[in-house]
């Protein structure tokens, strides 16, 4: 996810697990073939297999409109590690649908056709896969087998699908029915996604859509053991401290990266406001730290909170692997 899900936020969370594979942000094609460098920037995992350090599968996603460039970065990907390179159909940013890529490219399945079928053929000459994720539709879903077609003709190997149109945006429900008549004229599978934020949703998802595998998306930044409950099958919430203490690992491990404190006060608060959308209350805590004028203040906030009553301490990495 965009802005959110960084190489420490899929570390954290596949310490933690449940998961099978996680996704980068996003990598914009606009122009020109980026520099190595930028491939390495959104997935640092390329230098070890692409894998975070625990062994979970990360996907290269790249999300533009040319199908001969797109196809260039997905070589590229390929070349520099990526195991599987995973096409965006499904952004509905202003900004990106304005330069033609993301889910403005629901409207052309000839062109989404285009651009998978040119980065399947590229593909084919390394040991890297394709993926893609797709939302129902622009602003309503008469299109939607089209582009399913159009992906799964061009070589796709897997669907990812967030079961809302463009026009939805992130507002409930996810219409999961519309999943399993997918999978009904599907030849690849279908993963299902949209408004997971619970071991009940989860349950519901895969009953109503006959989907195997679900993919979280803000529920699990909500609450980073929702997979791991899932796998579990846990239904204990978890507490406030249980909340900050994995929030507080992330910070910590980006601290000694040398992120600077802006980025860290700001990444903090970003992530409490997710927290805050989810199942657990977490109201007094996210006022205190939006009014943190330094990273000192947060972290103090953050370490008082992480010392209540915790149910997931021992999903935690080790203090040896988690805060130094
Ligand atoms: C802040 C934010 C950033 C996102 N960035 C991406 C992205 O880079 N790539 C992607 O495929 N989906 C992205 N998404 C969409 C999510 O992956 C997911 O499909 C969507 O939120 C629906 O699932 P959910 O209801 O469980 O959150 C983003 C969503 C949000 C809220």
Not at 14 to 21: M, P
Not at 229 to 236: E, T
């Amino acid at each position: 996810m965009e802005g959110v899900v960084d190489a420490g936020v899929r570390q954290l969370i596949s310490e933690i697990g449940g998961v099978d594979f996680c996704v980068t942000e996003f990598m914009r094609v606009t122009t020109e073939l980026q520099p190595r460098r930028a491939f390495m920037r959104i997935c640092p995992e390329l230098l070890t297999a692409s894998q975070t350090p625990q062994g979970t599968p990360v996907h290269f996603q790249l999300l533009g409109s040319d199908p001969q460039l797109l196809a260039a970065h997905a070589e590229k990907a390929a070349r520099l590690g990526a195991q599987v390179i995973d096409l965006n159909f499904g952004c509905p940013a202003k900004t990106v649908n304005r330069h033609k890529g993301g889910a403005v490219l629901l409207q052309t399945p000839e062109l989404i056709h285009d651009i998978v079928a040119a980065c399947s053929k590229v593909l084919a000459t390394t040991p890297a896969r394709l993926t893609a994720k797709m939302r129902l539709g622009y602003e309503d879903t008469h299109q939607v087998y089209d582009n399913h077609r159009a992906i799964e003709a061009g070589g796709a190997t897997e669907l990812v699908v967030h079961a809302r149109t463009k026009t939805d945006g992130y507002k409930p429900p996810a219409h999961w029915h519309w999943l399993h008549r997918l999978r009904e004229v599907s030849r690849i599978p279908i993963i299902g996604n949209g408004e997971i934020w619970s071991i009940e949703d989860y349950q519901e998802c895969r009953k109503v859509s006959g989907c195997r595998d679900i993919m979280l998306g803000r529920g699990l930044l909500a609450d980073p053991y929702l997979s791991r409950r899932i796998l579990d099958d846990n239904p204990q919430l978890p507490s406030q401290a249980d909340l900050s203490a994995a929030l507080l690992i992330y910070l910590r491990r980006m601290q000694l990266k040398e992120c600077p404190d802006k980025f860290l006060l700001a990444r903090g608060k970003q992530w409490l406001g997710m927290i805050k959308k989810g199942l657990v209350p977490v109201d007094h805590l996210f006022d205190a730290v939006k009014t943190c004028r330094d990273a000192g203040q947060m972290f103090r906030l953050l370490e008082q909170s992480a010392a209540g009553e915790r149910h997931y301490a021992h999903y935690l990495p080790e203090p040896a692997t988690g805060l130094a």
